[in-house]
Protein backbone atom coordinates (compact mmCIF):
# COMPACT_ATOMS: atom_id res chain seq x y z
CA UNK A 1 0.00 0.00 0.00
CA UNK A 2 1.51 3.61 -0.99
CA UNK A 3 2.40 5.42 2.22
CA UNK A 4 0.01 8.61 1.39
CA UNK A 5 -3.08 5.89 1.73
CA UNK A 6 -1.78 4.08 4.45
CA UNK A 7 -1.41 7.91 6.30
CA UNK A 8 -4.77 8.27 5.58
CA UNK A 9 -6.36 5.05 6.43
CA UNK A 10 -4.86 5.87 9.95
CA UNK A 11 -5.92 8.91 10.28
CA UNK A 12 -9.41 7.80 9.57
CA UNK A 13 -8.82 5.06 12.09
CA UNK A 14 -7.97 7.13 14.92
CA UNK A 15 -10.67 9.92 14.41
CA UNK A 16 -13.70 7.87 15.80
CA UNK A 17 -11.32 7.55 18.83
CA UNK A 18 -10.18 11.32 18.79
CA UNK A 19 -13.78 12.14 18.49
CA UNK A 20 -14.49 10.14 21.37
CA UNK A 21 -12.03 11.47 23.41
CA UNK A 22 -13.77 14.81 23.13
CA UNK A 23 -17.15 14.05 23.77
CA UNK A 24 -18.03 14.94 27.29
CA UNK A 25 -18.96 12.60 30.28
CA UNK A 26 -21.90 13.26 31.64
CA UNK A 27 -23.18 13.23 35.29
CA UNK A 28 -26.96 14.57 35.57
CA UNK A 29 -27.63 14.93 39.26
CA UNK A 30 -31.77 15.67 39.85
CA UNK A 31 -33.26 15.75 43.13
CA UNK A 32 -36.36 15.19 44.33
CA UNK A 33 -39.19 17.86 45.64
CA UNK A 34 -36.34 20.44 46.54
CA UNK A 35 -37.04 23.53 46.05
CA UNK A 36 -35.23 27.22 45.15
CA UNK A 37 -35.15 28.15 48.87
CA UNK A 38 -33.09 24.82 50.21
CA UNK A 39 -29.90 25.25 48.51
CA UNK A 40 -27.48 27.47 50.91
CA UNK A 41 -26.16 28.73 47.55
CA UNK A 42 -29.80 29.80 46.18
CA UNK A 43 -30.17 31.59 49.90
CA UNK A 44 -31.54 28.54 52.19
CA UNK A 45 -30.98 28.59 55.74
CA UNK A 46 -30.26 24.54 55.01
CA UNK A 47 -26.24 24.12 54.66
CA UNK A 48 -25.11 22.27 51.45
CA UNK A 49 -21.81 23.14 50.43
CA UNK A 50 -20.85 20.89 48.48
CA UNK A 51 -23.36 21.31 45.78
CA UNK A 52 -22.46 24.98 46.08
CA UNK A 53 -19.63 24.17 45.29
CA UNK A 54 -20.25 23.46 42.31
CA UNK A 55 -22.13 26.92 41.40
CA UNK A 56 -18.16 28.37 42.79
CA UNK A 57 -16.71 26.43 40.18
CA UNK A 58 -19.23 26.71 37.36
CA UNK A 59 -22.63 28.37 36.51
CA UNK A 60 -25.42 28.85 38.45
CA UNK A 61 -28.96 29.47 36.60
CA UNK A 62 -31.38 31.99 38.18
CA UNK A 63 -34.22 31.61 35.56
CA UNK A 64 -34.46 27.72 34.91
CA UNK A 65 -37.86 26.15 34.71
CA UNK A 66 -38.93 22.97 35.33
CA UNK A 67 -41.05 20.82 32.80
CA UNK A 68 -43.95 20.66 35.35
CA UNK A 69 -44.30 20.77 38.84
CA UNK A 70 -45.06 17.40 39.12
CA UNK A 71 -42.63 14.40 39.33
CA UNK A 72 -43.48 12.28 36.51
CA UNK A 73 -44.29 14.98 33.88
CA UNK A 74 -41.23 16.72 35.00
CA UNK A 75 -39.26 13.73 34.37
CA UNK A 76 -40.72 12.79 30.93
CA UNK A 77 -40.01 16.65 29.49
CA UNK A 78 -37.00 16.08 31.26
CA UNK A 79 -35.26 12.87 29.30
CA UNK A 80 -37.21 13.18 25.93
CA UNK A 81 -36.84 17.41 25.48
CA UNK A 82 -40.89 17.15 24.85
CA UNK A 83 -43.69 18.82 26.52
CA UNK A 84 -45.03 16.32 28.68
CA UNK A 85 -48.83 17.40 27.15
CA UNK A 86 -47.24 15.37 24.01
CA UNK A 87 -46.90 11.85 25.91
CA UNK A 88 -48.67 9.35 24.45
CA UNK A 89 -50.17 8.26 27.79
CA UNK A 90 -50.82 12.13 28.75
CA UNK A 91 -48.21 11.93 31.80
CA UNK A 92 -49.53 15.14 33.67
CA UNK A 93 -49.69 13.94 37.10
CA UNK A 94 -47.70 11.47 39.35
CA UNK A 95 -47.89 7.71 38.24
CA UNK A 96 -49.23 6.36 41.27
CA UNK A 97 -48.06 2.48 42.48
CA UNK A 98 -50.86 0.88 43.80
CA UNK A 99 -53.10 2.45 41.22
CA UNK A 100 -54.28 -0.79 38.77
CA UNK A 101 -54.92 1.57 35.98
CA UNK A 102 -51.39 2.87 36.46
CA UNK A 103 -49.66 -0.52 36.23
CA UNK A 104 -49.17 -0.22 31.94
CA UNK A 105 -49.24 3.41 32.01
CA UNK A 106 -45.62 5.22 31.70
CA UNK A 107 -43.47 6.27 28.70
CA UNK A 108 -43.90 4.24 25.51
CA UNK A 109 -41.83 2.55 23.00
CA UNK A 110 -40.83 5.46 20.53
CA UNK A 111 -41.18 7.93 23.27
CA UNK A 112 -36.56 8.12 22.53
CA UNK A 113 -35.22 9.60 25.57
CA UNK A 114 -31.68 11.46 25.98
CA UNK A 115 -30.37 8.13 27.10
CA UNK A 116 -31.02 6.65 23.77
CA UNK A 117 -29.76 9.02 21.78
CA UNK A 118 -26.38 9.24 23.61
CA UNK A 119 -26.48 5.16 24.16
CA UNK A 120 -26.71 4.86 20.08
CA UNK A 121 -24.14 7.58 19.55
CA UNK A 122 -21.60 4.85 21.94
CA UNK A 123 -21.82 6.23 25.73
CA UNK A 124 -22.29 3.66 28.07
CA UNK A 125 -25.42 5.01 29.91
CA UNK A 126 -26.93 4.19 33.53
CA UNK A 127 -29.54 5.35 35.77
CA UNK A 128 -29.21 4.91 39.22
CA UNK A 129 -31.86 6.35 41.48
CA UNK A 130 -35.52 7.04 40.59
CA UNK A 131 -37.46 6.69 38.00
CA UNK A 132 -41.36 7.01 38.12
CA UNK A 133 -41.89 7.21 34.80
CA UNK A 134 -43.76 3.53 34.33
CA UNK A 135 -43.59 0.07 36.68
CA UNK A 136 -45.46 -3.01 36.60
CA UNK A 137 -44.44 -3.90 32.89
CA UNK A 138 -41.12 -4.99 31.98
CA UNK A 139 -41.28 -2.47 28.81
CA UNK A 140 -41.67 0.32 31.14
CA UNK A 141 -38.43 -0.11 32.87
CA UNK A 142 -35.31 2.57 32.04
CA UNK A 143 -33.79 -0.80 30.27
CA UNK A 144 -35.86 -0.81 27.68
CA UNK A 145 -35.60 3.19 27.03
CA UNK A 146 -32.18 3.57 26.70
CA UNK A 147 -30.04 2.85 29.47
CA UNK A 148 -27.60 0.27 29.66
CA UNK A 149 -27.80 -0.33 33.90
CA UNK A 150 -30.38 0.42 36.08
CA UNK A 151 -30.05 0.51 40.04
CA UNK A 152 -33.04 2.13 41.60
CA UNK A 153 -36.87 2.28 42.36
CA UNK A 154 -39.72 2.71 39.66
CA UNK A 155 -42.57 4.25 41.97
CA UNK A 156 -42.56 7.94 43.11
CA UNK A 157 -41.26 7.42 46.44
CA UNK A 158 -39.54 4.47 48.83
CA UNK A 159 -38.99 3.60 52.39
CA UNK A 160 -35.23 4.95 53.16
CA UNK A 161 -34.28 1.98 54.79
CA UNK A 162 -35.95 -1.13 53.40
CA UNK A 163 -36.21 0.13 49.84
CA UNK A 164 -39.81 -0.70 49.32
CA UNK A 165 -43.36 1.16 48.47
CA UNK A 166 -44.43 0.47 52.21
CA UNK A 167 -43.67 -3.18 52.47
CA UNK A 168 -44.24 -4.03 48.35
CA UNK A 169 -40.67 -4.54 47.17
CA UNK A 170 -39.62 -1.81 44.34
CA UNK A 171 -35.24 -1.99 44.26
CA UNK A 172 -34.17 -3.11 40.86
CA UNK A 173 -31.03 -4.50 39.70
CA UNK A 174 -31.64 -3.84 36.12
CA UNK A 175 -34.98 -5.77 35.83
CA UNK A 176 -34.93 -7.90 38.75
CA UNK A 177 -36.07 -6.74 42.19
CA UNK A 178 -33.21 -7.13 45.08
CA UNK A 179 -33.59 -6.91 48.37
CA UNK A 180 -31.54 -4.00 50.03
CA UNK A 181 -30.96 -2.67 53.40
CA UNK A 182 -29.04 0.63 54.39
CA UNK A 183 -30.00 4.46 53.74
CA UNK A 184 -31.68 4.92 49.84
CA UNK A 185 -29.15 8.09 49.75
CA UNK A 186 -26.08 6.49 50.66
CA UNK A 187 -26.91 3.31 48.37
CA UNK A 188 -27.15 5.41 45.83
CA UNK A 189 -24.34 7.38 46.16
CA UNK A 190 -22.40 4.36 46.31
CA UNK A 191 -23.42 2.84 43.33
CA UNK A 192 -22.78 5.98 41.63
CA UNK A 193 -19.22 6.15 43.42
CA UNK A 194 -18.77 2.06 41.70
CA UNK A 195 -19.83 3.46 38.44
CA UNK A 196 -17.57 5.93 38.28
CA UNK A 197 -14.46 4.21 39.67
CA UNK A 198 -15.39 1.31 37.31
CA UNK A 199 -14.49 3.51 34.52
CA UNK A 200 -10.78 2.47 34.19
CA UNK A 201 -12.21 -0.25 32.37
CA UNK A 202 -14.11 1.38 29.75
CA UNK A 203 -13.19 3.84 26.83
CA UNK A 204 -16.68 4.95 26.59
CA UNK A 205 -18.10 8.16 27.78
CA UNK A 206 -20.46 7.87 30.14
CA UNK A 207 -23.74 9.20 30.46
CA UNK A 208 -24.64 8.84 34.27
CA UNK A 209 -28.45 10.12 35.23
CA UNK A 210 -28.29 10.07 39.22
CA UNK A 211 -31.77 10.67 39.84
CA UNK A 212 -31.50 11.05 43.74
CA UNK A 213 -34.99 10.02 45.54
CA UNK A 214 -34.11 12.72 48.70
CA UNK A 215 -35.53 15.20 50.21
CA UNK A 216 -38.66 13.67 49.14
CA UNK A 217 -40.53 11.98 52.14
CA UNK A 218 -40.72 8.49 52.16
CA UNK A 219 -42.98 5.55 51.95
CA UNK A 220 -43.26 4.07 55.11
CA UNK A 221 -45.68 1.26 56.82
CA UNK A 222 -48.25 1.25 59.24
CA UNK A 223 -49.05 -1.74 60.79
CA UNK A 224 -51.93 -0.54 62.31
CA UNK A 225 -54.37 0.48 59.38
CA UNK A 226 -51.64 -2.11 57.39
CA UNK A 227 -51.38 0.83 54.72
CA UNK A 228 -48.27 2.42 53.14
CA UNK A 229 -47.98 5.71 55.13
CA UNK A 230 -45.86 9.13 54.00
CA UNK A 231 -43.27 9.74 56.34
CA UNK A 232 -40.11 11.96 56.44
CA UNK A 233 -36.89 9.60 57.17
CA UNK A 234 -34.00 11.36 58.44
CA UNK A 235 -30.85 9.76 59.91
CA UNK A 236 -30.81 10.71 63.97
CA UNK A 237 -26.66 11.95 63.46
CA UNK A 238 -27.90 14.12 60.50
CA UNK A 239 -30.93 15.81 62.84
CA UNK A 240 -28.33 16.88 64.81
CA UNK A 241 -26.75 18.40 62.68
CA UNK A 242 -29.80 20.84 61.56
CA UNK A 243 -30.46 21.55 65.08
CA UNK A 244 -30.75 24.90 65.04
CA UNK A 245 -33.72 24.77 62.68
CA UNK A 246 -36.84 25.31 64.84
CA UNK A 247 -39.97 23.59 62.95
CA UNK A 248 -39.84 20.02 62.85
CA UNK A 249 -40.62 19.00 59.69
CA UNK A 250 -38.57 21.40 58.30
CA UNK A 251 -35.26 20.39 60.29
CA UNK A 252 -36.50 16.68 58.99
CA UNK A 253 -36.20 17.81 55.77
CA UNK A 254 -33.15 19.52 56.21
CA UNK A 255 -31.56 16.61 57.96
CA UNK A 256 -32.18 14.55 54.65
CA UNK A 257 -30.91 17.01 52.31
CA UNK A 258 -27.52 17.61 54.27
CA UNK A 259 -27.21 13.92 53.50
CA UNK A 260 -28.00 14.36 50.02
CA UNK A 261 -25.62 17.28 50.09
CA UNK A 262 -23.15 14.90 51.78
CA UNK A 263 -23.43 12.31 48.60
CA UNK A 264 -22.86 14.69 45.91
CA UNK A 265 -19.85 15.56 47.61
CA UNK A 266 -18.72 12.07 47.40
CA UNK A 267 -19.57 11.34 43.93
CA UNK A 268 -17.94 14.54 42.77
CA UNK A 269 -15.04 13.32 44.63
CA UNK A 270 -14.63 9.86 42.82
CA UNK A 271 -15.25 11.52 39.72
CA UNK A 272 -12.43 14.37 40.40
CA UNK A 273 -9.79 11.30 41.91
CA UNK A 274 -10.38 9.47 38.72
CA UNK A 275 -9.05 12.08 36.40
CA UNK A 276 -12.60 13.02 34.78
CA UNK A 277 -12.98 15.98 36.07
CA UNK A 278 -12.04 17.96 33.04
CA UNK A 279 -14.00 15.79 30.68
CA UNK A 280 -16.78 15.64 32.26
CA UNK A 281 -20.29 17.85 32.56
CA UNK A 282 -21.96 18.06 35.85
CA UNK A 283 -25.18 19.25 35.88
CA UNK A 284 -27.35 19.62 38.82
CA UNK A 285 -30.79 20.00 38.95
CA UNK A 286 -34.55 19.72 40.22
CA UNK A 287 -37.50 18.10 39.45
CA UNK A 288 -39.79 20.96 40.60
CA UNK A 289 -40.74 22.77 43.74
CA UNK A 290 -40.48 21.73 47.14
CA UNK A 291 -43.53 20.82 49.18
CA UNK A 292 -44.09 22.98 52.43
CA UNK A 293 -46.24 20.56 53.82
CA UNK A 294 -42.62 17.80 54.07
CA UNK A 295 -40.54 20.87 54.67
CA UNK A 296 -39.86 21.97 51.94
CA UNK A 297 -39.57 25.95 50.73
CA UNK A 298 -40.02 27.98 47.32
CA UNK A 299 -39.55 31.71 49.22
CA UNK A 300 -39.64 34.30 48.20
CA UNK A 301 -41.56 32.97 45.42
CA UNK A 302 -45.24 31.97 45.36
CA UNK A 303 -46.79 28.78 44.95
CA UNK A 304 -45.32 24.95 45.18
CA UNK A 305 -45.45 21.58 44.34
CA UNK A 306 -47.78 20.52 41.89
CA UNK A 307 -48.93 24.47 41.38
CA UNK A 308 -47.80 26.52 38.17
CA UNK A 309 -46.89 29.32 39.86
CA UNK A 310 -43.14 30.22 40.02
CA UNK A 311 -42.49 28.28 43.10
CA UNK A 312 -43.49 24.97 41.41
CA UNK A 313 -41.72 25.65 38.52
CA UNK A 314 -38.59 27.68 38.69
CA UNK A 315 -35.85 25.08 40.27
CA UNK A 316 -31.85 25.92 41.17
CA UNK A 317 -29.85 24.59 38.32
CA UNK A 318 -26.07 24.03 38.38
CA UNK A 319 -23.55 22.98 36.10
CA UNK A 320 -19.50 22.88 36.44
CA UNK A 321 -17.12 21.65 33.46
CA UNK A 322 -13.77 23.07 34.47
CA UNK A 323 -11.92 24.22 31.24
CA UNK A 324 -14.99 24.69 29.18
CA UNK A 325 -17.73 26.66 31.96
CA UNK A 326 -15.54 29.86 33.58
CA UNK A 327 -16.06 29.53 37.46
CA UNK A 328 -18.68 31.66 39.67
CA UNK A 329 -20.54 32.98 37.15
CA UNK A 330 -24.55 33.41 36.80
CA UNK A 331 -26.65 33.34 34.34
CA UNK A 332 -30.53 34.59 34.57
CA UNK A 333 -31.40 33.69 30.89
CA UNK A 334 -34.55 31.88 30.49
CA UNK A 335 -34.33 28.60 30.48
CA UNK A 336 -35.91 25.05 30.45
CA UNK A 337 -35.02 21.42 31.79
CA UNK A 338 -37.18 20.50 28.11
CA UNK A 339 -33.41 22.05 26.89
CA UNK A 340 -30.96 19.17 28.35
CA UNK A 341 -31.93 17.07 25.58
CA UNK A 342 -31.18 19.00 22.21
CA UNK A 343 -28.04 20.69 24.34
CA UNK A 344 -26.97 17.07 25.94
CA UNK A 345 -27.14 15.83 21.65
CA UNK A 346 -25.16 18.33 20.67
CA UNK A 347 -22.16 17.86 23.02
CA UNK A 348 -21.82 14.51 22.58
CA UNK A 349 -22.25 15.20 18.85
CA UNK A 350 -25.83 13.49 17.90
CA UNK A 351 -27.00 16.00 14.77
CA UNK A 352 -30.02 14.62 14.70
CA UNK A 353 -32.51 15.68 17.82
CA UNK A 354 -35.72 13.68 16.43
CA UNK A 355 -38.85 15.16 15.42
CA UNK A 356 -41.36 17.16 18.41
CA UNK A 357 -38.96 18.36 19.87
CA UNK A 358 -39.45 21.42 22.44
CA UNK A 359 -36.26 22.30 24.12
CA UNK A 360 -33.47 24.74 22.48
CA UNK A 361 -29.76 23.96 22.19
CA UNK A 362 -27.86 25.73 24.89
CA UNK A 363 -24.65 24.35 23.99
CA UNK A 364 -23.66 27.31 22.86
CA UNK A 365 -24.14 29.11 26.66
CA UNK A 366 -22.45 26.04 28.23
CA UNK A 367 -19.20 26.42 26.06
CA UNK A 368 -19.29 30.01 26.39
CA UNK A 369 -19.57 30.64 22.86
CA UNK A 370 -22.87 32.82 23.54
CA UNK A 371 -23.17 34.80 26.85
CA UNK A 372 -26.99 34.16 27.36
CA UNK A 373 -29.78 33.30 25.38
CA UNK A 374 -31.60 36.26 24.23
CA UNK A 375 -34.29 34.89 21.55
CA UNK A 376 -38.09 34.75 22.57
CA UNK A 377 -38.79 32.20 24.52
CA UNK A 378 -42.51 30.61 25.06
CA UNK A 379 -43.37 27.97 27.65
CA UNK A 380 -46.05 26.25 28.24
CA UNK A 381 -47.37 23.77 31.19
CA UNK A 382 -51.04 21.90 32.30
CA UNK A 383 -51.44 19.53 35.06
CA UNK A 384 -54.04 16.60 35.02
CA UNK A 385 -56.57 16.18 37.67
CA UNK A 386 -55.71 13.76 39.80
CA UNK A 387 -58.61 12.61 41.92
CA UNK A 388 -56.41 10.34 44.27
CA UNK A 389 -54.66 13.44 45.38
CA UNK A 390 -57.40 15.96 45.41
CA UNK A 391 -55.58 18.06 42.38
CA UNK A 392 -57.49 19.48 39.87
CA UNK A 393 -56.52 20.76 36.19
CA UNK A 394 -54.03 23.92 36.22
CA UNK A 395 -52.26 25.61 32.83
CA UNK A 396 -49.70 28.24 32.40
CA UNK A 397 -47.75 29.98 29.90
CA UNK A 398 -44.75 32.35 29.86
CA UNK A 399 -44.10 34.12 26.98
CA UNK A 400 -40.45 36.25 27.93
CA UNK A 401 -41.47 37.94 31.00
CA UNK A 402 -45.47 37.33 30.67
CA UNK A 403 -46.89 34.87 32.21
CA UNK A 404 -50.72 33.50 32.00
CA UNK A 405 -51.91 30.92 35.54
CA UNK A 406 -55.15 29.24 34.79
CA UNK A 407 -56.07 27.82 38.59
CA UNK A 408 -58.89 25.27 39.24
CA UNK A 409 -59.74 27.86 42.24
CA UNK A 410 -58.34 30.86 42.23
CA UNK A 411 -59.07 31.72 38.64
CA UNK A 412 -56.94 33.33 36.06
CA UNK A 413 -53.75 35.42 36.79
CA UNK A 414 -51.45 37.80 34.19
CA UNK A 415 -48.05 38.84 36.09
CA UNK A 416 -45.02 40.34 34.52
CA UNK A 417 -42.35 38.15 35.96
CA UNK A 418 -39.55 40.45 35.46
CA UNK A 419 -41.32 43.68 37.57
CA UNK A 420 -43.12 40.74 40.02
CA UNK A 421 -40.93 38.15 39.90
CA UNK A 422 -43.23 36.75 43.24
CA UNK A 423 -46.31 37.21 41.59
CA UNK A 424 -48.09 39.69 43.81
CA UNK A 425 -50.13 41.70 41.38
CA UNK A 426 -52.82 40.49 38.72
CA UNK A 427 -52.66 42.62 35.71
CA UNK A 428 -55.58 40.88 34.13
CA UNK A 429 -57.81 43.75 34.39
CA UNK A 430 -54.99 46.40 33.92
CA UNK A 431 -53.72 45.01 30.46
CA UNK A 432 -57.07 43.05 28.80
CA UNK A 433 -55.17 42.65 25.63
CA UNK A 434 -51.84 41.51 26.78
CA UNK A 435 -54.22 39.14 29.06
CA UNK A 436 -56.16 37.89 25.78
CA UNK A 437 -52.70 37.59 24.40
CA UNK A 438 -51.17 35.01 26.74
CA UNK A 439 -54.42 33.61 27.11
CA UNK A 440 -54.86 32.51 22.92
CA UNK A 441 -51.09 31.33 23.39
CA UNK A 442 -52.08 28.98 26.12
CA UNK A 443 -55.25 27.47 23.78
CA UNK A 444 -52.90 27.14 20.63
CA UNK A 445 -50.23 25.23 22.08
CA UNK A 446 -52.84 23.03 24.48
CA UNK A 447 -54.71 21.96 20.74
CA UNK A 448 -50.18 21.79 19.33
CA UNK A 449 -49.17 20.02 21.54
CA UNK A 450 -52.06 17.20 21.56
CA UNK A 451 -51.91 17.01 17.95
Not at 70 to 87: A, D, K, Q
Request: charged share 25%; aromatic share 10%; glycine share 10%.
Amino acid sequence: MPRFQSLVLCIWLLLPLSFASERPNILLIFTDDQGINDLSSYGSEIPTPHIDQLAKEGIAFERWYSASSICTPSRYGLLTGRNPSRSQHQLLSALMFMAPEHKTVGIQKGETTIATKLRDSGYDTALIGKWHLGHGSKDLLPTRHGFDSFIGHTGGCIDFFTMTYGVIPDWYHQEVHVSENGYATELITDEAISFIEDRESNEKPFFLYLAYNAPHFGKGWSPSVQEPVNIMQPQAADLKRVSHIEDKVRREFAAMTVSLDDGVGKVIAALDAQGLKENTLVIFLTDHGGDPTYGGSNLPYRGDKATLFEGGLRVPCIMRWPGTIGAGQVNDSLYSSLDLFPTLCSLAGVNDFGDGIDGQDISGVITGEESRQDATRTLFWELGQHDELGRQPWSAVLEDDWKYVQTPTEGEFLFNVKEDPYERRNLKTERPEQFQTMRSIRDRLSNEYRN
